[in-house]
């Protein structure tokens, strides 16, 4: 309780400084009409009679008037402390009781000497001065009434002395004045209080308010310098593990064409969906990062739907037969209007996901026309998601029912990957769940508009199309090197390999290659797009030239992207790798 007490006691404190300040301010104003008010009562009731008296009650009331003024100057500059308030307070009372007295000797030095309309004068004078120091001094209540109650004490009592029954009827009517003044004052002492005390909250709210924002500044920056740590690392580690998955990948592809035995193909055989998995994982990262990075560009065009869900159904009805799940799409001739690539990536992540969180029952991937719109749905009986948990699963590295971390359950990355490829295409969707009962997403899409292009001829390769053609391979790593240079010579490739620039300058001298090969990421900061420009410089700037990259860091795969140089991401597979190479040259000779 008697912290309470403190806490109140400091808040009045505070309330009855700004009072003083306010009732102290008000006197510098009040200074040059005071004076001239005292020459003009001097003037007007100067007489034989009194002359040395008025003078005398001239000179006092004016040296009162100018200490109490000092005095408030002093304070309104020095500051007024809120434990000194109380003090403050009571040096003013004392002031203003003096002050007040020397205006009520004025009946004392005047109403015996001077006429009836010296004498109204009088009276008028000292009514005045009690109404400008209630609007003046009201503020702090006490100050005011020590100012009045000694005025009107000293003036009333020479009043009532004079025995004469008029001046009586003015002394009561002063007396009945002074108590309306009174309950005036005490009126204006509240609200003055009340809006203090508003001023008061309103500087606490804005300081609370400030120093909120305050934090949730720093907190946003901390937020985002957490964000970009979080992708350079993502980066980082990406980039580091895609190096010697890519050179594992090319290194199992080369060793699948020679002679094995039946135990020595099954061992190769789980090696390769080993190798398959962590590539699929990598590239969920990659997927991930080039959201985070901006630079999915939608290419929007009118494209039929089912030949996409037979693509799907092909790539994941072995997964679910492996779970003893029901694969179901339903037959479309609807088409849409939007990217068919980025289309076919959302709903691979959505019915990855089903089958993922699907243990028993099924799934069904279905297409359906619903006012104006094409609507693609995914359904599943799996373990459903609550309303509560409804939008954090779209957070990354979000996942419900994996707190081991299986790595057969992905990284957590599916829906946000999928929510951030509908943010950039603009299309609503629509999450339903129930626990226990499984999910269904839903995805809105234009009907198609114009010409369907055909996004069901798939891009072929002969081996023959590579054969004896000179391929120049830039990389610094010579795992990732030496595996490249096995793969091209199998397809019939004549291979030069160099590690860095400078090197391949010097090979393209003795042999100007047909196409390069170049990894992103060299040795001393220096980059693949800076060994192309080289080798262009000297070779044409038309030179066929193909990028890999590991990195997936924004920035750089920002770079990469606006180069205009095709762009492979490690780890590659061999058929990526070929069909990259084809298309370079392809690309040349149109």
């Given at each position: 309780?008697?912290?309470?007490?403190?806490?109140?006691?400091?808040?009045?404190?505070?309330?009855?400084?700004?009072?003083?300040?306010?009732?102290?301010?008000?006197l510098?104003?009040?200074?040059?009409?005071?004076?001239?008010?005292?020459?003009?009562?001097?003037?007007?009731?100067?007489?034989?009679?009194?002359s040395?008296?008025?003078?005398?009650?001239?000179v006092?009331?004016?040296?009162?008037?100018?200490?109490?003024?000092?005095?408030?100057?002093h304070?309104?500059?020095?500051?007024?402390?809120?434990?000194k308030?109380?003090?403050?307070?009571?040096?003013?009372?004392?002031?203003?009781?003096?002050?007040?007295?020397?205006?009520?000797?004025?009946?004392?030095?005047?109403?015996?000497?001077?006429?009836?309309?010296?004498?109204?004068?009088?009276?008028?004078?000292?009514?005045?001065v009690?109404?400008?120091?209630?609007?003046?001094?009201?503020?702090?209540?006490?100050?005011?009434?020590?100012?009045?109650?000694?005025?009107?004490?000293?003036?009333?009592?020479?009043?009532?002395?004079?025995?004469?029954?008029?001046?009586?009827?003015?002394?009561?009517a002063?007396?009945?004045?002074?108590?309306?003044?009174?309950?005036?004052?005490?009126?204006?002492?509240?609200?003055?209080?009340?809006?203090?005390?508003?001023?008061?909250?309103?500087?606490?709210?804005?300081?609370?308010?400030?120093?909120?924002?305050?934090?949730?500044?720093?907190?946003?920056?901390?937020?985002?310098?957490?964000?970009?740590?979080?992708?350079?690392?993502?980066?980082a580690?990406?980039?580091?593990?895609?190096?010697?998955?890519?050179?594992?990948?090319?290194?199992?592809?080369?060793?699948?064409?020679?002679?094995?035995?039946?135990?020595?193909?099954?061992?190769?055989?789980?090696?390769?969906?080993?190798?398959?998995?962590?590539?699929?994982?990598?590239?969920?990262?990659?997927?991930?990062?080039?959201?985070?990075?901006?630079?999915?560009?939608?290419?929007?065009?009118?494209?039929?739907?089912?030949?996409?869900?037979?693509?799907?159904?092909?790539?994941?009805?072995?997964?679910?037969?492996?779970?003893?799940?029901?694969?179901?799409?339903?037959?479309?001739?609807?088409?849409?209007?939007?990217?068919?690539?980025?289309?076919?990536?959302?709903?691979?992540?959505?019915?990855?996901?089903?089958?993922?969180?699907?243990?028993?029952?099924?799934?069904?991937?279905?297409?359906?026309?619903?006012?104006?719109h094409?609507?693609?749905?995914?359904?599943?009986?799996?373990?459903?998601?609550a309303?509560?948990?409804?939008?954090?699963?779209?957070?990354?590295?979000?996942?419900?029912?994996?707190?081991?971390?299986?790595?057969?359950?992905?990284?957590?990355?599916?829906?946000?990957?999928?929510?951030?490829?509908?943010?950039?295409?603009?299309?609503p969707?629509?999450?339903?769940?129930?626990?226990?009962?499984?999910?269904?997403?839903?995805?809105?899409?234009?009907?198609?508009?114009?010409?369907c292009?055909?996004?069901?001829?798939?891009?072929?390769?002969?081996?023959?199309?590579?054969?004896?053609?000179?391929?120049?391979?830039?990389?610094?790593?010579?795992?990732?090197?030496?595996?490249?240079?096995?793969?091209?010579?199998?397809?019939g490739?004549?291979?030069?390999?160099?590690?860095?620039?400078?090197?391949?300058?010097?090979?393209?001298?003795?042999?100007?290659?047909?196409?390069?090969?170049?990894?992103?990421?060299?040795?001393?900061?220096?980059?693949?797009?800076?060994?192309?420009?080289?080798?262009r410089?000297?070779?044409?700037?038309?030179?066929?030239?193909?990028?890999?990259?590991?990195?997936?860091?924004?920035?750089?795969?920002r770079?990469?992207?606006?180069?205009?140089?095709?762009?492979?991401?490690?780890?590659?597979?061999?058929?990526?790798?070929?069909?990259?190479?084809?298309?370079a040259?392809?690309?040349?000779?149109r």
């Open positions: 309780m008697s912290k309470v007490r403190r806490l109140l006691r400091l808040a009045d404190d505070r309330i009855l400084v700004e009072q003083l300040k306010l009732s102290m301010g008000n510098g104003i009040t200074l040059i009409p005071t004076f001239l008010i005292v020459i003009l009562i001097c003037g007007a009731l100067y007489n034989n009679a009194n040395t008296a008025i003078l005398v009650w001239g006092v009331v004016t040296l009162s008037k100018l200490l109490c003024w000092s005095h408030a100057r304070h309104l500059r020095s500051g007024i402390a809120a434990n308030a109380v003090q403050v307070v009571l040096i003013s009372m004392l002031l203003n009781t003096v002050d007040g007295a020397i205006w009520g000797s004025l009946a004392w030095v005047a109403l015996d000497t001077t006429s009836l309309m010296g004498s109204i004068l009088v009276i008028a004078v000292l009514t005045a009690a109404g400008n120091s209630m609007s003046l001094l009201s503020p702090v209540l006490p100050v005011f009434l020590a100012l009045v109650a000694a005025e009107i004490a000293v003036a009333v009592s020479k009043v009532f002395l004079l025995g004469d029954p008029t001046y009586n009827t003015l002394g009561f002063g007396l009945l004045y002074i108590f309306i003044l009174m309950a005036q004052a005490y009126n204006s002492s509240r609200a003055a209080r009340a809006a203090i005390v508003l001023g008061l909250e309103n500087i606490e709210l804005m300081e609370k308010l400030r120093l909120e924002t305050s934090i949730a500044k720093q907190a946003r920056v901390e937020a985002e310098q957490a964000n970009t740590s979080k992708s350079k690392f993502l980066a580690a990406s980039h580091d593990l895609r190096q010697p998955i890519h050179a594992q990948g090319l290194f199992l592809d080369i060793l699948s064409r020679s002679g094995l035995n039946p135990q020595q193909q099954q061992s190769l055989d789980c090696a390769i969906a080993a190798s398959e998995a962590s590539a699929e994982m990598l590239n969920t990262m990659l997927d991930f990062s080039r959201i985070d990075a901006g630079v999915v560009q939608p290419h929007v065009v009118s494209f039929r739907l089912q030949p996409l869900l037979n693509k799907i159904e092909r790539e994941f009805a072995r997964q679910a037969d492996a779970k003893g799940l029901l694969y179901r799409s339903r037959e479309t001739v609807l088409a849409a209007d939007s990217d068919p690539a980025l289309i076919e990536l959302i709903l691979r992540n959505l019915v990855s996901n089903a089958i993922r969180y699907t243990d028993s029952g099924g799934l069904l991937v279905v297409c359906r026309q619903c006012k104006g094409v609507v693609l749905e995914v359904w599943d009986t799996g373990i459903g998601i309303s509560a948990h409804q939008r954090e699963v779209f957070r990354e590295f979000h996942q419900l029912g994996n707190p081991e971390r299986d790595r057969r359950k992905g990284l957590g990355l599916g829906l946000s990957i999928v929510e951030g490829l509908v943010r950039t295409l603009g299309h969707l629509l999450l339903s769940s129930k626990p226990g009962r499984g999910s269904m997403f839903r995805l809105s899409l234009p009907l198609a508009t114009g010409v292009v055909d996004n069901t001829v798939e891009l072929t390769h002969h081996k023959d199309q590579l054969r004896n053609v000179r391929v120049l391979v830039i990389d610094d790593d010579e795992a990732v090197r030496v595996g490249t240079l096995h793969l091209l010579r199998d397809w490739c004549v291979v030069d390999a160099a590690e860095s620039i400078e090197d391949a300058l010097v090979l393209a001298g003795q042999h100007a290659p047909d196409v390069v090969l170049s990894d992103y990421r060299l040795r001393d900061q220096r980059t693949g797009l800076e060994a192309i420009a080289a080798l410089s000297v070779l044409g700037q038309s030179w066929p030239a193909l990028l890999i990259t590991g990195d997936t860091a924004p920035d750089r795969l770079e990469a992207l606006s180069s205009n140089i095709p762009l492979l991401h490690k780890p590659v597979s061999p058929d990526q790798l070929y069909i990259g190479l084809v298309n040259l392809l690309k040349l000779a």
